[in-house]
């Protein structure tokens, strides 16, 4: 069995289910990363209760449509760690925004990609060109239920997605046997900004299993795909059953 990642970095994690992932990575004793984009206060409040707790935390910020920034972010993360390599890394930054394929602009399908592909498949490159020869690593990557199928009204986001479980899995492939490679696709996991609580809750309700999730599942799919190091190049979707329909 591999020794299991004693550091890690958050992309989107100071926030929403980004902010939960960082929150339980650190109660398992993991020094933690956090990276935003433009959270600075949802950051710094993070790291005040991780280390109210007794855990390690870290804020970074960076601008992941930016390759300059990003292209640093993992040698800034292990600044942060005062040298220490990051060991886990967790995709989970990223933009869900509404088009239609006749109606997506250019600079719509751009930013999804930049976001939602490009940087991922950077940081996943990075992650494997630093980690010491020595050490195993892990990447997580959050994805989406339907990253195998089209989600409607939402072509950017869809084709980005999809992309990302194609990489997750080449990446699982090619980075084995010293980098395992999986995927979480959330369901119905918190409400998107500008729903209301009804409308969570009848979304929750149209799920083969009638309800919504929370974020303990994905920590729970999360801390599976950590522990279990016979695992690689797979997805598990929390969502309630969400993508069969």
């Given at each position: 069995m591999h020794p299991k990642p004693t550091t890690a970095l958050v992309t989107g994690g100071a926030r929403r289910i980004g902010a939960a992932i960082s929150r339980a990575l650190a109660q398992r004793?993991?020094?933690?990363?956090?990276?935003?984009?433009?959270?600075?206060?949802?950051?710094?409040?993070?790291?005040?209760?991780?280390?109210?707790?007794?855990g390690e935390a870290h804020a970074l910020e960076a601008d992941l449509g930016d390759p300059s920034?990003?292209?640093?972010?993992?040698?800034?993360?292990?600044?942060?760690?005062s040298g220490r390599p990051v060991t886990l890394l967790v995709n989970n930054a990223a933009i869900f925004e509404r088009g239609d394929l006749i109606d997506t602009s250019l600079e719509l399908w751009q930013r999804h990609l930049e976001i939602n592909l490009t940087a991922p498949f950077l940081l996943t490159r990075d992650f494997a060109r630093r980690l010491p020869n020595e050490e195993h690593g892990q990447i997580i990557q959050i994805i989406d239920q339907h990253a195998d199928r089209p989600r409607l009204h939402y072509a950017a986001y869809s084709a980005a997605k999809s992309a990302l479980w194609t990489l997750t899995r080449q990446a699982a492939l090619e980075l084995a046997p010293r980098i395992r490679v999986n995927a979480i696709g959330p369901g119905p996991i918190l409400p998107a900004p500008g729903d209301s609580a009804v409308t969570f809750a009848q979304i929750g309700s149209a799920t083969p299993l009638r309800r919504a999730g929370s974020t303990d599942d994905i920590i729970s799919a999360l801390q599976f795909l950590m522990d279990h190091d016979f695992v690689t190049g797979e997805l598990i979707r929390v969502d309630g059953g969400e993508h069969l329909r």
């Open positions: 004793g993991l020094a933690v990363v956090i990276h935003h984009g433009h959270s600075p206060h949802a950051a710094t409040a993070l790291i005040r209760e991780i280390a109210a707790q007794g920034e990003l292209q640093t972010l993992l040698e800034r993360a292990e600044e942060r760690l």
